[in-house]
């Protein structure tokens, strides 16, 4: 505690009136100088043992106010460490007063709507959902809820659907029982931003929302509630790929994959296409490597999810054969390297890529997976081929490939 008669002058000035004052102190905890930092971490952590309310208002009304982008953000971390931190030192929320904790939820959502600087919005939003996933369970911010659907039909303001969407993604584990009545609603508010939104971020984070939502709802009928929703969500990866947004697309991808290993029986409707148009992404050469993996990623965490779905893969014979020749593509990604030819030890890793490391792991999980019945009769198809061809990467991908399906058809 500060008993200094100058620390308390100090104290006293900084969260005075002149709101500057609190305002450079912030610029010095970002300072490059030990000094300066050093002093104003003491000063910051003054008012947080003796003035927390104040303290946290004020960096509340420097987020929805300052000028400068940089103490804006800095705000933002802040307000989530201290209203958000697992630490007992950083946590202050549960010392503030009623009247203090409602003055900056209402701010928060306030900042959210005005905020333009996107990496700023991103830490607002980092900051409302960490908070309200300490307080909803007890009913601690009634007002979020009514703001975030305000929020994700505001068609005009992509930035802030974005946002909701997001929110709504990180608390569905929190408000999905919550929102059981309002099922139909969502529905509708997931369809139009997934169907109509001419933002793909808000598609994305849509995506995101519906996803996180599916894996949530315990009951069958709910579940089935967001069927129809699938195709849409598809169509969010395939407009990505189309508009050669990559970076994009690799993001659809890994929350499909989540999906796929949360949820797979969601899947089993609409399996055939989902399936396909993964295959097709993992054959298209013109794509990224790190795109077709993922695709081929969502199909093997598919075949390994069945204790969830049993025997969903084992029924697409036709695509197991698809994926086992990308695989084996995979494994022909192999430098040839003039060392070899004189070298005395040997190295087994010597001349491998990404794709031919990634190709055999796959061999490997999807034997494990699908099993020798079959897997075995497709390998009997593919390996014969290979086993002759005159190029030496063939027989060699053919006997990797084979050491690598031992384990999962070990009884065939």
Not at 38 to 56: G, I, V, W
Request: with cysteine.
């Amino acid at each position: 505690m500060a008993t200094d008669p100058t620390q308390l002058h100090q104290l006293s000035l900084l969260l005075g009136p002149d709101p500057t004052l609190f305002e450079t102190l912030i610029t010095h905890l970002m300072s490059s100088s030990n000094e300066q930092r050093s002093t104003a971490e003491f000063l910051f952590n003054l008012c947080k043992q003796t003035h927390p309310d104040s303290l946290l208002l004020r960096l509340t009304q420097l987020l929805s106010s300052s000028s400068l982008p940089e103490i804006r953000a800095m705000s933002a971390v802040l307000l989530r460490k201290h209203l958000t931190s697992a630490t007992e030192d950083s946590f202050l929320y549960p010392q503030l007063t009623e009247s203090t904790r409602s003055i900056i939820k209402n701010s928060l959502l306030s900042s959210l709507q005005h905020e333009t600087t996107k990496s700023i919005t991103r830490k607002i939003n980092d900051t409302i959902s960490e908070l309200a996933a300490s307080v909803l369970p007890d009913g601690g911010w009634q007002e979020l809820l009514p703001f975030m659907f305000q929020c994700v039909t505001a068609q005009s303001n992509h930035n802030l659907q974005e946002s909701a969407l997001l929110i709504f993604a990180r608390l569905a584990q929190y408000i999905g029982e919550a929102l059981i009545p309002h099922l139909a609603t969502l529905h509708g508010v997931f369809l139009n931003c997934l169907h109509n939104s001419t933002s793909g971020e808000v598609r994305i984070a849509a995506l995101n929302a519906t996803i996180n939502f599916i894996q949530c709802l315990t009951n069958n009928s709910d579940r089935d509630m967001f069927q129809d929703l699938l195709p849409l969500m598809m169509r969010t990866l395939t407009e990505a790929l189309n508009g050669n947004q990559e970076a994009t697309a690799q993001e659809a991808l890994e929350l499909l994959i989540e999906l796929a290993g949360g949820e797979p029986r969601f899947l089993r409707k609409q399996i055939v296409e989902v399936v396909g148009s993964m295959l097709q992404i993992a054959e298209a050469g013109s794509l990224e490597e790190g795109t077709r993996h993922l695709a081929i990623e969502f199909v093997i965490t598919l075949a390994e999810a069945r204790d969830r779905a049993p025997g969903m893969m084992r029924k697409l014979p036709q695509f197991v054969h698809r994926l086992f020749m990308v695989l084996m593509g995979m494994l022909l990604d192999i430098d040839d390297d003039p060392q070899w030819h004189g070298a005395e030890t040997e190295d087994e890793d010597s001349g491998e890529t990404s794709n031919y490391g990634f190709g055999q792991e796959c061999l490997d999980r999807l034997a494990i997976a699908l099993g020798g019945n079959t897997v075995v009769p497709v390998a009997s198809e593919v390996f014969p081929a290979f086993f002759t061809a005159p190029e030496w990467q063939k027989p060699h991908a053919a006997l990797i490939a084979l050491a690598q399906i031992a384990e999962g058809c070990s009884k065939v």
